[in-house]
């Protein structure tokens, strides 16, 4: 199995996650936040899907799904390149939408990274994306980042699930 191979699986398995997070999940129940400091499943799986979408395209050379018309389609109250990364509690509360125009744009986020991942090499994933860092960031480092932090977000939103039907 190649190193594109495995990630494709993992995107595959965060899509996964995704779809059983907002799986029958009402629009109240997307809004739901544990205490009001806390993140909703809404915001977490809009977020996690932009981070995806923004680093990719970066990575790739790519547009952003984003910016695509998904922008337009939610119509929040944001930069257009907002990702969500250091949002208030107000921000938080402003990203709102139904659960299946977040499983429209995760879907199409999962679509545009699945197929730039599978076009790479071995030798692609040693490329260099991002020198701010030290050591800079190869495209393997990136995309398993991207991995990771979508892996977070998604348990969080399951996690948050659970504690808003427990609390129905």
Known sequence: MSAADLLVDGFGRIREIVHD??????DT???YVADPASNSICWLIWHLTRVQDDHVAAAG????????GWEQRFGLPLAPRDTGYGHSSEQVSAVAAPGSLLAGYHDATYE????F???LTE???SRVVDRSWH???TLAVRLVSV?????????QAAFVRGIAERSR
């Open 21 to 26: 997070v907002l799986d029958e999940l009402t």
């Open 29 to 31: 129940d997307l809004l």
């Open 61 to 68: 050379g790519l547009t952003q799904v984003w910016l695509s």
């Open 112 to 115: 545009q990274t699945v197929g």
């Open 117 to 119: 991942v599978r076009t």
């Open 123 to 125: 030798a692609d994933m």
């Open 135 to 137: 050591p800079p960031v």
């Open 147 to 155: 991995l990771a932090d979508d892996l977070q977000h998604a348990g």
